[in-house]
């Protein structure tokens, strides 16, 4: 997908969402019409926690297309700012709690999940998958990973690639660096280099809104040092979180934040985004939403920035899944669901991961569809079908959020800390504590 596709996009729906609330369509078929009450329109109400720069554009990407196929919909934004759904997840078990369930909301596919489905939150949505023939059309991959207990409980929307480092091309050739450390050494050497030409080495904040950037970077170091076979041992039961690679891993990940240059300033991730783009920072540990920051900027692939997958890590493809739900009582079941079908579609789909540097989660995507892609996303597609898939920890996959709230716990005090030993203890009582 070109620049100029991506911004007519994301500027055609970001003027229907300025308002607070836009219409959409509901299904694939645009021959589905879903009204309220006496045949008014009907109200669908969608939570997320997309509000910053490319996600933002997504969403309203997503709308656009749902406006061309159903007008009779009132699109609710209910979008919770906070990075990696912090706040939203927390506004959103408020509502549960109190029986006032949006028609719909995001989710992350995997254990984030479980805690809703343990809960008897969520409509097993089998009935769709059957009927619209996901568990055939969407990646089998994908599928196994997310099911619980048999079932089907969110439809996917996109496939994000988590262990990426992201490179300003200028600034890393003016220090003499790569843009592509193969290995944690070789990028923390990179990082003392940058230091020394007075640039930032790493765009990072590790605010207690923004921890989550943080935990974000561990699991990538986790991830270099247990391989991809390591690290989905760590989440079962008798995981070895006190084992030397751990250790290796956080004290890389003391070094690699003491050449940060103020990561105590509240910075959203899209903003550190920004800094790498402009040449303020040199590197950036991000999912692949990042790359629609620099697109939306104007910057161009392998001239401005670069991308590979995280120091250390070229065998793994560590994935997050966003997807939406069907709340037992949402107000408006019908429009939830028709909301549903169209982002397990192929124009959902594309009309939203074109925009925000995801894939899509369907198992086959053919030689026309991928030329509606920009060239970060073929790359992102062939790693998918040929690097081993295993699941993030800060997006939701691996760990329920007990567990993620725990980590956090301890990932605050090192930031005050910065005592490796101290949060591998940490890190070993919580999965003694969370582990199923």
């Known amino acids: 997908m070109s620049i100029s596709r991506r911004a007519v996009l994301a500027t055609a729906g970001l003027a229907g969402l300025s308002a607070g609330t836009a219409l959409l369509s509901g299904c694939a078929s645009s021959s589905t019409s879903v009204t309220g009450p006496s045949g008014t329109p009907a109200s669908l109400e969608v939570f997320s926690w997309w509000t910053e720069g490319g996600e933002a554009a997504a969403l309203a990407s997503l709308v656009s297309e749902f406006h061309v196929h159903n007008p009779h919909i009132d699109f609710v934004n209910r979008a919770v700012a906070g990075g990696a759904g912090a706040n939203a997840k927390a506004e959103l078990a408020r509502r549960l709690k109190a029986g006032n369930p949006p028609d719909t909301f995001q989710g992350q596919a995997g254990a984030m999940l479980d805690d809703y489905v343990d809960a008897g939150q969520l ?20 599928l196994q990973l997310t099911q619980r207990g048999g079932k089907q409980w969110s439809v996917p929307l996109d496939i994000h690639h988590i262990n990426l480092i992201w490179a300003n091309r200028r600034v890393c050739e003016r220090a003499g660096v790569p843009t592509a450390p193969a290995s944690v050494a ?38 270099a040092e247990l391989g ?17 690679q751990v250790t290796a891993a956080l004290e890389a990940l003391r ?40 697109t939306l900027a104007g910057l161009s692939p392998h001239r401005d920035y670069a991308w590979a997958t995280a120091p250390g890590t070229s065998e ?64 992102s597609m062939v790693e998918w079908t040929t690097k081993q898939v295993v699941g993030s920890l800060t997006h939701g996959v691996v760990a329920r959020a007990a567990w993620n709230n725990a980590i956090d716990s301890a990932l605050n005090s090192f930031v005050t800390n910065r005592d490796p030993a ?15």
């Open 123 to 142: 409509e097993d949505l089998g009935f769709l998958y059957q009927q619209q023939g996901w568990d055939k059309l969407l990646s089998p991959t994908l």
């Open 255 to 294: 070094e690699i934040l003491s050449l940060a240059v103020n990561p105590t300033a509240e910075v959203t991730w899209n903003q550190a985004s920004a800094m790498v783009g402009n040449g303020s920072a040199a590197y950036q540990i991000m999912g692949d939403w990042t790359e629609a920051t620099f």
């Open 316 to 379: 793994a493809f560590l994935f997050a899944s966003d997807c939406f739900t069907l709340p037992k009582g949402a107000k408006d079941r019908e429009a939830a669901i028709a909301w549903l079908v169209e982002c397990g579609s192929q124009a959902g789909q594309d009309s939203f991961t074109t925009v925000k540097g995801a894939i899509p989660p369907r198992a086959v995507i053919g030689s026309t569809e991928r030329g509606l892609f920009d060239l970060y996303s073929n790359w």
């Open 422 to 436: 101290r949060l591998q203890t940490a890190l070993e009582a919580a999965a003694r504590q969370y582990a199923a």
């Open 228 to 244: 991809s076979a390591g690290w989905p041992a760590l989440w079962r039961r008798g995981g070895d979180w006190g084992s030397p």
């Open 186 to 223: 070789d990028f923390v050497s990179a990082l003392h280099k940058v230091a020394a030409t007075g640039k930032n080495p790493l765009a990072i904040s590790v605010t207690p809104n923004e921890i989550w950037q943080l935990k974000h970077l561990m699991e990538c170091l986790l991830l």
